[in-house]
């Protein structure tokens, strides 16, 4: 299906989520959260465990009422579109199937369901790489494989969306690097890709965007690259010299830490490259290495969690 042929409430894809809330008996699983997630991009969903991720999600889906709040898709709540499978693809939890049917025929039997040509079966397993097993049985598939079903169910109506929960979950590394590959090109078609997951350094190589949240409220969200700019002045800088003695006695002020390594390895916070390569060349101390060490997303992340109760 081309864009063109895109049914026309779908919209552009852009999901948004404001105020939404959603109270359980003692739990505020989620509080009052606004966030947008753009078509073309792959945004990660992160936060840790019990921040209301899933919670969220569900909500996005349909399958859970708010408390408060609304979530769209498109611009529309997700109850309210017209053909939900050929506009939303989702997978929130490791697929599951009749134990004894083909892969093949399970997606079959969805795409019938739904009003979707028989061929759409064999072109989604086409593209998550199933075709050669499209006639064994689900019993048999590795974890891998069902994830690798689930997220065709999820393409059988060719969505301009898709919402997937923890997707590498149980992929081993070619799995992985396939899963990121795939969702990838799907951003690149334009579509809206929105991904939960724990795997840190895995979301900074596939995500554009970032949500993060913490406790059911938002913390932050952004390009994965400006969020991890918004944190730096957690840079470290590492310098590596057979003084370090004398240039640690050199490094001081406010703010500044330094912390000895092995190897002559000093690392210093507070302050930046230029300014310990000056302290250096002040006390004629001989460099080996001076390298500015920039957050990457799962120090960003811990930095802007920390202390916000994972288990409410
Ligand atoms: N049906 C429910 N009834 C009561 N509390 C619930 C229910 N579902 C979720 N919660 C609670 O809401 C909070 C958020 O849960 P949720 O599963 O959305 O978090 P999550 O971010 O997906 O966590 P994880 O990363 O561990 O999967 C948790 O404290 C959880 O115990």
Redesign the pocket.
């Known amino acids: 299906m081309t864009d063109g042929q895109r049914s026309p409430t779908s919209g552009d894809g852009k999901i948004v989520v404001s105020g939404l809330t959603k109270q ?2 003692n ?1 505020r ?2 509080d009052d959260l606004s966030f947008t997630v753009e078509p073309g991009r792959v945004t990660g969903f992160l ?10 999600l569900r909500m996005l889906l349909n399958l859970v009422a708010p408390t408060a709040g609304t979530a769209t898709i498109g611009g529309s709540r997700y109850a309210d579109l017209a053909e939900p499978l050929r506009q939303v693809g989702a997978v929130l939890e490791a697929s599951s199937a009749h134990k004894g049917r083909t892969g093949i025929n399970h997606l079959r039997v969805i795409a019938a369901a739904a009003g979707l040509p028989r061929s759409r079966a064999d072109e989604a397993l086409a593209l998550v790489g199933l075709t050669p097993a499209a006639k064994r049985k689900f019993k048999g598939y590795s974890l891998g494989m069902k994830q690798r079903l689930g997220i065709a169910a999820a393409m059988l109506g060719d969505p301009r969306v898709l919402i997937l929960d923890e997707p590498a979950n149980g992929l081993d590394p070619e799995g992985i690097r396939w899963m990121r590959g795939f969702l990838k090109t799907l951003a690149t078609e334009g579509r809206t890709v929105l991904v ?1 997951s ?1 795997l840190l350094s895995e979301m900074q190589l596939l995500a554009d965007d970032v949500v993060i ?1 913490a406790a ?1 409220k938002l913390v932050r969200q952004g390009p994965v690259d400006d969020v991890i700019g918004s944190m730096s002045h957690t840079t470290r800088i590492r310098v590596r010299t057979p003084q370090a003695d004398v240039l640690a006695g050199a490094l001081g002020g406010e703010n500044v830490t330094v912390d000895k390594g092995a190897d002559g390895v000093l690392l210093v916070t507070g302050l930046d490259a230029p300014a310990v390569g000056r302290a250096a060349l002040q006390h004629q101390v001989e460099l080996h290495e001076l390298v500015a060490e920039r957050p990457d997303l799962e120090g960003v992340f811990l930095e802007l969690t920390a202390g916000k109760a994972a ?2």
């Open positions: 359980y008996k739990v699983a989620v936060g840790p465990n019990g921040a209301g991720k899933t919670t969220t939960s724990h949240i059911g288990i409410r």
